[in-house]
Protein backbone atom coordinates (compact mmCIF):
# COMPACT_ATOMS: atom_id res chain seq x y z
CA UNK A 1 0.00 0.00 0.00
CA UNK A 2 2.01 3.43 -1.14
CA UNK A 3 -0.10 5.64 1.53
CA UNK A 4 -0.47 3.78 4.75
CA UNK A 5 -3.67 4.79 6.37
CA UNK A 6 -3.09 5.99 9.99
CA UNK A 7 -5.50 7.41 12.81
CA UNK A 8 -4.45 11.08 11.12
CA UNK A 9 -6.35 10.01 7.86
CA UNK A 10 -10.13 12.15 6.77
CA UNK A 11 -13.07 9.97 6.65
CA UNK A 12 -12.76 10.01 2.82
CA UNK A 13 -9.74 7.91 3.20
CA UNK A 14 -11.29 5.79 5.72
CA UNK A 15 -14.03 5.38 3.50
CA UNK A 16 -12.12 5.11 -0.27
CA UNK A 17 -9.87 2.28 1.49
CA UNK A 18 -10.23 -1.40 0.66
CA UNK A 19 -10.29 -4.18 2.84
CA UNK A 20 -7.06 -5.71 1.57
CA UNK A 21 -5.37 -2.24 2.54
CA UNK A 22 -6.92 -2.28 6.34
CA UNK A 23 -5.44 -5.77 6.88
CA UNK A 24 -2.45 -4.45 6.57
CA UNK A 25 -2.99 -2.94 9.74
CA UNK A 26 -1.69 0.39 11.45
CA UNK A 27 1.04 1.11 13.52
CA UNK A 28 -0.79 1.67 16.95
CA UNK A 29 -3.13 -1.55 17.19
CA UNK A 30 -3.41 -4.75 15.83
CA UNK A 31 -4.94 -5.15 12.48
CA UNK A 32 -8.23 -6.63 13.36
CA UNK A 33 -8.74 -4.56 15.83
CA UNK A 34 -8.72 -1.66 13.39
CA UNK A 35 -10.30 -3.24 10.47
CA UNK A 36 -13.27 -3.59 13.25
CA UNK A 37 -13.15 0.14 14.64
CA UNK A 38 -13.15 1.27 10.57
CA UNK A 39 -15.73 -0.82 9.67
CA UNK A 40 -18.44 0.48 12.15
CA UNK A 41 -16.96 4.00 10.77
CA UNK A 42 -18.11 2.86 7.24
CA UNK A 43 -21.21 1.79 8.49
CA UNK A 44 -22.01 5.01 9.20
CA UNK A 45 -20.81 6.92 6.21
CA UNK A 46 -23.42 4.88 3.95
CA UNK A 47 -26.10 6.28 5.80
CA UNK A 48 -27.48 9.99 6.89
CA UNK A 49 -25.52 12.88 6.52
CA UNK A 50 -25.79 12.90 10.37
CA UNK A 51 -24.37 9.48 10.68
CA UNK A 52 -21.42 11.00 8.60
CA UNK A 53 -21.05 14.07 10.94
CA UNK A 54 -20.94 11.14 13.85
CA UNK A 55 -18.06 9.58 12.14
CA UNK A 56 -16.60 12.28 11.37
CA UNK A 57 -16.08 13.43 14.88
CA UNK A 58 -15.39 9.96 16.09
CA UNK A 59 -12.00 10.32 13.58
CA UNK A 60 -11.80 13.99 15.21
CA UNK A 61 -11.59 12.30 18.44
CA UNK A 62 -8.66 9.65 17.17
CA UNK A 63 -6.51 12.55 15.67
CA UNK A 64 -6.53 14.72 19.12
CA UNK A 65 -5.70 11.64 21.38
CA UNK A 66 -3.33 10.36 19.02
CA UNK A 67 -1.34 13.66 19.14
CA UNK A 68 -0.82 12.87 22.90
CA UNK A 69 1.78 11.02 23.66
CA UNK A 70 0.73 9.04 26.79
CA UNK A 71 -2.44 7.76 24.08
CA UNK A 72 -2.76 4.04 24.04
CA UNK A 73 -5.60 1.57 23.18
CA UNK A 74 -7.84 3.95 24.97
CA UNK A 75 -8.10 6.33 22.06
CA UNK A 76 -10.50 3.64 20.44
CA UNK A 77 -13.80 3.90 22.04
CA UNK A 78 -14.90 0.68 23.41
CA UNK A 79 -12.01 -0.82 24.12
CA UNK A 80 -11.01 1.31 27.51
CA UNK A 81 -11.76 -1.11 30.41
CA UNK A 82 -15.27 -0.38 31.67
CA UNK A 83 -16.51 -3.91 32.55
CA UNK A 84 -18.40 -3.90 29.50
CA UNK A 85 -18.25 -3.66 25.89
CA UNK A 86 -19.01 -0.45 24.34
CA UNK A 87 -19.84 0.65 21.03
CA UNK A 88 -19.22 4.21 19.94
CA UNK A 89 -22.26 6.55 20.96
CA UNK A 90 -23.82 3.36 23.53
CA UNK A 91 -24.20 3.66 27.09
CA UNK A 92 -21.70 1.37 29.06
CA UNK A 93 -24.18 -1.77 29.29
CA UNK A 94 -25.54 -3.73 26.75
CA UNK A 95 -29.09 -4.50 27.29
CA UNK A 96 -30.21 -7.96 26.40
CA UNK A 97 -32.86 -8.08 24.70
CA UNK A 98 -33.63 -9.85 20.85
CA UNK A 99 -33.56 -6.81 19.14
CA UNK A 100 -29.93 -5.60 20.22
CA UNK A 101 -27.32 -5.00 18.11
CA UNK A 102 -24.39 -7.66 18.40
CA UNK A 103 -21.38 -5.87 20.23
CA UNK A 104 -17.80 -5.84 18.72
CA UNK A 105 -15.95 -8.40 17.90
CA UNK A 106 -12.97 -7.48 19.86
CA UNK A 107 -11.86 -6.05 23.69
CA UNK A 108 -8.96 -5.20 25.45
CA UNK A 109 -8.51 -7.05 28.81
CA UNK A 110 -6.33 -7.62 31.61
CA UNK A 111 -6.68 -11.08 32.95
CA UNK A 112 -5.72 -12.15 36.39
CA UNK A 113 -6.76 -15.57 38.21
CA UNK A 114 -10.17 -14.50 40.07
CA UNK A 115 -11.63 -12.90 37.16
CA UNK A 116 -14.66 -13.86 35.56
CA UNK A 117 -15.72 -13.30 31.87
CA UNK A 118 -19.61 -12.96 30.97
CA UNK A 119 -20.75 -13.03 28.09
CA UNK A 120 -24.39 -13.50 26.34
CA UNK A 121 -25.17 -14.49 23.02
CA UNK A 122 -28.94 -14.67 21.02
CA UNK A 123 -28.46 -18.28 19.56
CA UNK A 124 -30.42 -18.89 16.17
CA UNK A 125 -30.73 -22.06 14.58
CA UNK A 126 -28.93 -23.21 11.95
CA UNK A 127 -25.19 -21.34 12.83
CA UNK A 128 -22.78 -24.05 12.07
CA UNK A 129 -20.63 -22.61 15.14
CA UNK A 130 -19.57 -19.28 17.24
CA UNK A 131 -16.89 -19.04 19.48
CA UNK A 132 -15.04 -16.64 22.25
CA UNK A 133 -11.25 -16.11 22.25
CA UNK A 134 -8.77 -15.44 24.62
CA UNK A 135 -5.88 -13.95 22.58
CA UNK A 136 -2.37 -13.43 23.56
CA UNK A 137 -0.71 -9.92 23.53
CA UNK A 138 2.20 -11.76 21.47
CA UNK A 139 0.13 -12.15 18.54
CA UNK A 140 -3.70 -11.42 19.09
CA UNK A 141 -4.77 -11.99 15.82
CA UNK A 142 -3.17 -15.85 15.84
CA UNK A 143 -2.19 -16.85 18.88
CA UNK A 144 -5.13 -18.62 20.97
CA UNK A 145 -4.46 -18.74 24.94
CA UNK A 146 -8.07 -19.93 24.87
CA UNK A 147 -10.64 -21.34 22.12
CA UNK A 148 -14.48 -21.60 23.24
CA UNK A 149 -16.07 -23.00 20.46
CA UNK A 150 -19.43 -23.49 20.70
CA UNK A 151 -20.94 -26.09 18.05
CA UNK A 152 -24.63 -26.95 18.13
CA UNK A 153 -26.89 -29.59 16.29
CA UNK A 154 -26.60 -31.04 13.52
CA UNK A 155 -22.33 -30.68 14.39
CA UNK A 156 -22.35 -32.34 17.31
CA UNK A 157 -24.02 -30.69 20.20
CA UNK A 158 -20.33 -29.93 21.38
CA UNK A 159 -17.93 -27.54 22.90
CA UNK A 160 -14.67 -27.64 21.82
CA UNK A 161 -11.84 -26.30 24.18
CA UNK A 162 -8.16 -25.45 22.60
CA UNK A 163 -5.34 -23.20 22.13
CA UNK A 164 -3.37 -22.00 19.32
CA UNK A 165 0.27 -20.88 19.53
CA UNK A 166 -0.16 -18.91 16.50
CA UNK A 167 1.28 -22.56 14.91
CA UNK A 168 -1.15 -25.00 14.66
CA UNK A 169 -4.25 -26.33 16.79
CA UNK A 170 -3.32 -28.58 19.67
CA UNK A 171 -4.81 -31.35 21.72
CA UNK A 172 -9.01 -30.61 22.50
CA UNK A 173 -11.00 -30.54 25.27
CA UNK A 174 -14.28 -31.53 24.46
CA UNK A 175 -17.86 -31.18 26.77
CA UNK A 176 -21.36 -31.63 25.83
CA UNK A 177 -23.29 -28.46 24.73
CA UNK A 178 -26.57 -28.40 26.27
CA UNK A 179 -30.13 -28.06 23.81
CA UNK A 180 -30.84 -24.52 22.61
CA UNK A 181 -33.72 -23.51 22.35
CA UNK A 182 -34.25 -21.34 18.43
CA UNK A 183 -34.00 -16.92 19.70
CA UNK A 184 -33.39 -17.78 23.03
CA UNK A 185 -30.55 -15.92 25.28
CA UNK A 186 -27.91 -18.02 26.83
CA UNK A 187 -25.23 -16.75 29.28
CA UNK A 188 -21.38 -18.01 29.55
CA UNK A 189 -19.45 -17.69 32.05
CA UNK A 190 -15.62 -18.62 32.05
CA UNK A 191 -14.23 -18.61 35.26
CA UNK A 192 -10.31 -17.60 35.53
CA UNK A 193 -8.80 -19.94 38.63
CA UNK A 194 -5.42 -20.71 39.67
CA UNK A 195 -4.22 -22.87 37.30
CA UNK A 196 -7.29 -23.26 34.93
CA UNK A 197 -10.60 -21.82 33.25
CA UNK A 198 -13.97 -22.96 33.86
CA UNK A 199 -17.23 -22.74 32.33
CA UNK A 200 -20.96 -22.06 33.30
CA UNK A 201 -23.79 -22.05 30.89
CA UNK A 202 -26.63 -20.13 32.18
CA UNK A 203 -26.24 -21.78 35.93
CA UNK A 204 -24.43 -24.92 35.20
CA UNK A 205 -20.93 -26.18 34.77
CA UNK A 206 -20.12 -27.70 31.39
CA UNK A 207 -18.58 -30.97 32.45
CA UNK A 208 -14.92 -30.24 31.62
CA UNK A 209 -11.71 -27.85 32.68
CA UNK A 210 -9.16 -26.39 30.89
CA UNK A 211 -5.99 -26.62 32.14
CA UNK A 212 -4.12 -22.91 31.62
CA UNK A 213 -1.23 -23.91 28.79
CA UNK A 214 -0.23 -20.33 28.48
CA UNK A 215 0.15 -17.57 30.76
CA UNK A 216 -3.42 -16.17 31.62
CA UNK A 217 -1.51 -12.58 32.21
CA UNK A 218 -0.27 -13.20 28.33
CA UNK A 219 -4.21 -12.25 27.28
CA UNK A 220 -4.51 -8.40 25.82
CA UNK A 221 -7.70 -9.04 23.66
CA UNK A 222 -11.29 -10.87 23.85
CA UNK A 223 -12.18 -11.92 20.19
CA UNK A 224 -15.62 -12.73 19.42
CA UNK A 225 -16.86 -14.48 16.63
CA UNK A 226 -20.81 -14.37 16.64
CA UNK A 227 -21.82 -17.21 14.02
CA UNK A 228 -24.23 -17.21 10.81
CA UNK A 229 -27.82 -17.11 10.47
CA UNK A 230 -28.95 -13.91 12.98
CA UNK A 231 -27.20 -15.79 16.06
CA UNK A 232 -24.65 -13.20 17.75
CA UNK A 233 -22.78 -12.29 21.24
CA UNK A 234 -25.13 -9.25 22.15
CA UNK A 235 -23.00 -8.43 25.56
CA UNK A 236 -19.77 -8.93 27.36
CA UNK A 237 -18.82 -8.04 31.21
CA UNK A 238 -15.29 -8.99 33.34
CA UNK A 239 -14.98 -8.70 36.59
CA UNK A 240 -13.89 -10.11 40.08
CA UNK A 241 -15.45 -12.98 41.43
CA UNK A 242 -17.83 -12.53 44.29
CA UNK A 243 -15.34 -12.84 46.61
CA UNK A 244 -13.10 -9.81 45.29
CA UNK A 245 -15.96 -7.96 44.80
CA UNK A 246 -16.88 -4.94 47.41
CA UNK A 247 -14.20 -7.02 50.00
CA UNK A 248 -14.61 -6.14 53.49
CA UNK A 249 -10.75 -3.79 54.13
CA UNK A 250 -9.14 -6.81 55.89
CA UNK A 251 -9.81 -9.13 53.41
CA UNK A 252 -6.37 -10.04 50.65
CA UNK A 253 -7.74 -12.11 47.90
CA UNK A 254 -6.39 -13.57 44.71
CA UNK A 255 -6.16 -10.45 42.11
CA UNK A 256 -3.25 -11.25 40.69
CA UNK A 257 -0.96 -14.14 39.85
CA UNK A 258 0.59 -15.38 42.86
CA UNK A 259 4.68 -16.49 42.90
CA UNK A 260 7.45 -16.87 45.05
CA UNK A 261 7.98 -13.02 45.21
CA UNK A 262 4.62 -12.62 46.55
CA UNK A 263 3.95 -11.10 49.94
CA UNK A 264 2.25 -12.97 52.91
CA UNK A 265 -1.90 -12.70 52.69
CA UNK A 266 -3.45 -11.53 55.56
CA UNK A 267 -4.61 -13.94 58.00
CA UNK A 268 -7.98 -13.49 57.82
CA UNK A 269 -10.69 -12.92 55.09
CA UNK A 270 -14.17 -12.22 56.31
CA UNK A 271 -17.11 -13.84 53.76
CA UNK A 272 -19.50 -11.73 52.43
CA UNK A 273 -21.57 -14.63 51.41
CA UNK A 274 -22.50 -18.03 52.87
CA UNK A 275 -20.60 -21.35 51.76
CA UNK A 276 -22.88 -23.35 50.55
CA UNK A 277 -22.75 -27.42 48.96
CA UNK A 278 -20.74 -26.69 45.40
CA UNK A 279 -18.07 -23.74 46.96
CA UNK A 280 -14.60 -24.21 46.22
CA UNK A 281 -12.03 -22.27 48.39
CA UNK A 282 -8.68 -21.90 46.66
CA UNK A 283 -5.31 -21.39 48.27
CA UNK A 284 -1.91 -21.20 47.25
CA UNK A 285 1.35 -21.58 49.62
CA UNK A 286 5.06 -21.24 49.30
CA UNK A 287 6.88 -23.89 51.00
CA UNK A 288 9.96 -23.57 52.53
CA UNK A 289 12.02 -26.34 54.34
CA UNK A 290 11.88 -26.28 57.80
CA UNK A 291 8.85 -24.67 58.58
CA UNK A 292 7.18 -27.25 61.33
CA UNK A 293 3.14 -26.59 60.26
CA UNK A 294 1.03 -24.14 58.26
CA UNK A 295 -2.83 -24.41 58.32
CA UNK A 296 -5.81 -23.24 56.79
CA UNK A 297 -8.87 -22.47 59.04
CA UNK A 298 -12.87 -21.97 58.11
CA UNK A 299 -14.22 -20.37 61.22
CA UNK A 300 -17.59 -19.65 62.90
CA UNK A 301 -15.93 -16.88 64.67
CA UNK A 302 -12.64 -16.85 66.63
CA UNK A 303 -11.74 -19.83 68.63
CA UNK A 304 -14.60 -21.76 66.56
CA UNK A 305 -13.01 -24.09 64.43
CA UNK A 306 -16.12 -25.30 61.77
CA UNK A 307 -12.81 -27.07 59.64
CA UNK A 308 -8.70 -27.00 61.00
CA UNK A 309 -6.53 -27.83 57.48
CA UNK A 310 -3.48 -28.55 58.88
CA UNK A 311 -0.17 -29.19 57.12
CA UNK A 312 2.59 -30.98 58.89
CA UNK A 313 5.73 -31.36 57.03
CA UNK A 314 8.86 -33.44 56.94
CA UNK A 315 10.60 -34.64 59.70
CA UNK A 316 7.26 -33.27 61.37
CA UNK A 317 4.92 -36.47 60.63
CA UNK A 318 4.78 -35.67 56.80
CA UNK A 319 0.84 -35.47 57.38
CA UNK A 320 -2.31 -33.45 57.10
CA UNK A 321 -4.32 -32.95 60.43
CA UNK A 322 -8.08 -32.25 59.87
CA UNK A 323 -10.17 -31.32 63.24
CA UNK A 324 -12.88 -28.92 64.97
CA UNK A 325 -13.03 -27.08 68.30
CA UNK A 326 -16.46 -25.65 68.86
CA UNK A 327 -14.66 -22.72 70.83
CA UNK A 328 -13.80 -25.45 73.57
CA UNK A 329 -11.62 -28.60 72.58
CA UNK A 330 -10.00 -30.55 69.82
CA UNK A 331 -12.34 -33.04 69.06
CA UNK A 332 -11.29 -36.14 66.68
CA UNK A 333 -8.42 -35.76 64.49
CA UNK A 334 -8.77 -37.40 60.70
CA UNK A 335 -5.47 -37.62 59.26
CA UNK A 336 -3.92 -37.77 55.63
CA UNK A 337 -0.64 -38.40 54.21
CA UNK A 338 0.91 -35.39 53.28
CA UNK A 339 2.72 -35.13 49.96
CA UNK A 340 6.22 -34.45 49.89
CA UNK A 341 7.21 -30.93 49.26
CA UNK A 342 10.58 -29.37 47.81
CA UNK A 343 11.99 -26.40 49.38
CA UNK A 344 10.99 -23.08 47.39
CA UNK A 345 8.01 -24.92 45.77
CA UNK A 346 4.66 -23.62 45.42
CA UNK A 347 1.80 -25.81 46.37
CA UNK A 348 -2.16 -25.47 45.57
CA UNK A 349 -5.07 -26.62 47.93
CA UNK A 350 -8.30 -26.82 47.28
CA UNK A 351 -11.06 -27.30 49.60
CA UNK A 352 -14.51 -28.69 48.00
CA UNK A 353 -17.72 -28.36 50.03
CA UNK A 354 -19.55 -31.33 49.25
CA UNK A 355 -23.59 -31.92 50.35
CA UNK A 356 -22.13 -33.35 54.04
CA UNK A 357 -18.15 -33.32 54.08
CA UNK A 358 -14.92 -31.04 52.95
CA UNK A 359 -12.78 -32.99 50.10
CA UNK A 360 -8.98 -31.57 50.05
CA UNK A 361 -6.62 -31.68 46.46
CA UNK A 362 -3.38 -31.04 47.16
CA UNK A 363 -1.68 -29.93 43.89
CA UNK A 364 -4.21 -31.64 41.65
CA UNK A 365 -4.04 -34.80 43.97
CA UNK A 366 -7.40 -35.50 46.29
CA UNK A 367 -5.79 -36.67 49.78
CA UNK A 368 -6.64 -39.82 51.61
CA UNK A 369 -9.06 -38.80 53.53
CA UNK A 370 -12.45 -36.84 53.50
CA UNK A 371 -13.92 -35.10 56.77
CA UNK A 372 -17.65 -34.85 56.93
CA UNK A 373 -19.59 -32.15 58.42
CA UNK A 374 -19.79 -31.65 62.31
CA UNK A 375 -21.20 -28.22 62.20
CA UNK A 376 -23.26 -26.43 59.68
CA UNK A 377 -21.44 -25.34 56.97
CA UNK A 378 -23.32 -22.34 56.50
CA UNK A 379 -22.09 -21.07 59.79
CA UNK A 380 -18.71 -20.23 58.49
CA UNK A 381 -18.04 -16.48 58.73
CA UNK A 382 -14.45 -16.26 58.07
CA UNK A 383 -11.24 -18.10 57.22
CA UNK A 384 -7.77 -18.12 58.35
CA UNK A 385 -4.23 -19.04 57.47
CA UNK A 386 -1.25 -19.77 59.71
CA UNK A 387 1.67 -19.22 57.25
CA UNK A 388 4.28 -21.19 59.61
CA UNK A 389 8.06 -20.24 59.90
CA UNK A 390 11.23 -19.84 58.04
CA UNK A 391 9.86 -17.56 54.97
CA UNK A 392 7.06 -20.20 54.65
CA UNK A 393 4.00 -18.11 53.32
CA UNK A 394 0.34 -18.42 51.86
CA UNK A 395 0.31 -16.05 49.48
CA UNK A 396 -3.13 -16.45 47.44
CA UNK A 397 -6.76 -17.20 49.19
CA UNK A 398 -9.88 -17.33 47.28
CA UNK A 399 -13.50 -18.47 47.59
CA UNK A 400 -16.32 -18.80 44.86
CA UNK A 401 -19.33 -21.34 43.88
Known sequence: MSNSLTYFSTVEEVSSTSDEDLREGFGFLSPDTVVNYVMELRKKLRFTEESKEAAESEVGRLRRLVKDKEASTSAVPNLTYTGYSQEPGSSNQASNSLDNNKINN???VKLLPGIEIHATFLFKKGTEKFNLNLMSEKDSQKFYTFHLDFRPYPLGNVIVMNTNPAKSWERE??????QLVNGRMYNV???CENKQFRVKIN?????????YRYPLQDVAVIKLNHGSLGNKWVSLTWQPTKATQNPPSSAEVVKEAASCDSPPINNSINLNTKLQPGTKIYARAFFKKGTKKFTINLLKNT??????????PYPHGNVIVMNTNPSKS???EIRAELPSLKDGEIMDVVIECGKDKFKVKVNGNYIGNVFPYRYPLGD??????????NGNKWIALDYHE
Do not use: C, Q
Not at 173 to 178: F, G, H, M, Q, V
Not at 380 to 389: C, D, E, W, Y
Open 106 to 108: LHF
Open 173 to 178: IRAELP
Open 189 to 191: TVL
Open 203 to 211: DNYIESTFP
Open 303 to 312: GFYIFHLDFR
Open 330 to 332: WEK
Open 380 to 389: VKMLSVAHGS
